[in-house]
């Protein structure tokens, strides 16, 4: 299996320690947690996304594993402005923690990255598929992508766009997010998804409807940096259902400059680290010699 080096450069303008970040959502609501899966070999995290005013999220259940994945439907719950002094230490340390934010107007976003004016990153969650008014309800919206994308720019902090799978050409979703001044774009949120207990014979989760992560949704998260990669110029972070090198290398093939891990966390808290010792070697070559390469 072809072996790399961890980055030389910044990654969509943050310096990582490897190619792996944890994806926002998973172990993200703590500076704890945060520093922990750091610890633990992820070469960034990826904050829980954070709004503009507080939210619980939906009643459960909101988390039911499945075949080949997890099926969810938190609804957005967050702290909403008191997570900016849970994160001030690692923030102050420079450490490589990209926030989530999401609001439902550009307005909202720029609300929320202003309490945060030392994040490292911003990623905008523009692709929640189970959050009313938020998330891939605005993100599919070419125009409204870019002006959030614009508006949180205006902070002059580098800006991640994470997009959603659920619409008929993320390409154009994704020139969006760079007209908007992107740093780079993050593919894919989770798919929109759902299943029925015929005992119950009534939905799983609570919210009825939600979004599917893990290995099922690999393929469709690969397609969808394939395209992406043909039609921006910016660095992709791949993200949904990586938990192997393998995994990795292929995402990069596909356009991936790096990529994002979550559901596999669940399954094994030491996934960062069991996935470099696979991928990483002194005498690896550099990740920019793959990336893409499916398209030659």
């Not at 976003?109 to 008014?133: D, I, M, R």
């Not at 596999?264 to 808290?269: F, Q």
Request: hydrophobic share 45%.
């Amino acid at each position: 299996m072809i072996k790399l080096q961890t980055p030389a450069a910044k990654i969509g303008g943050v310096s990582l320690t490897n190619h792996m970040l944890l994806a926002a959502g998973v172990l993200g609501t703590t500076a704890a947690s945060l520093s922990r899966m750091l610890r633990l070999g992820a070469g960034g995290v990826v904050t829980k996304s954070i709004g503009p005013e507080p939210k619980d999220g939906h009643h459960g259940p909101s988390l039911i594993p499945v075949a080949g994945g997890i099926l969810n439907a938190m609804g957005l719950p967050n702290p909403s402005k008191e997570f900016a002094e849970e994160i001030s230490p690692l923030l102050a340390a420079q450490k490589p923690v990209v926030v989530s934010i999401f609001g439902g107007t550009p307005a909202e976003f720029a609300k929320v990255a202003e309490w945060l004016p030392t994040a490292q990153a911003f990623e905008l969650n523009l692709s929640c598929p189970h959050a009313e008014g938020y998330g891939a309800a605005i993100g599919a919206n070419p125009r409204v992508v870019r002006e959030c994308t614009e508006a949180v720019k205006a902070f002059g902090r580098p800006v991640w766009v994470k997009l959603t799978p659920n619409v008929a050409d993320i390409g154009v979703i994704g020139r969006a997010a760079e007209e908007g001044g992107a740093d780079a774009i993050v593919a894919i949120n989770t798919v929109k998804a759902m299943r029925i207990s015929t005992g119950m014979r009534r939905p799983v989760l609570g919210n009825k409807f939600g979004g599917l992560s893990g290995t099922a949704v690999f393929p469709i998260a690969v397609r969808c940096v394939y395209d992406l990669y043909e039609a921006c110029d910016i660095p992709i972070i791949g993200c949904g259902g990586i938990s192997t090198a393998d995994n990795v290398l292929e995402m990069m093939m596909a356009g991936a400059s790096a990529v994002e891990i979550g559901s596999a966390v669940y399954d094994n808290v030491n996934v960062f680290s069991d996935i470099a010792e696979d991928l990483y070697a002194a005498d690896g070559i550099p990740a920019e010699e793959i990336v893409g390469c499916a398209h030659d």
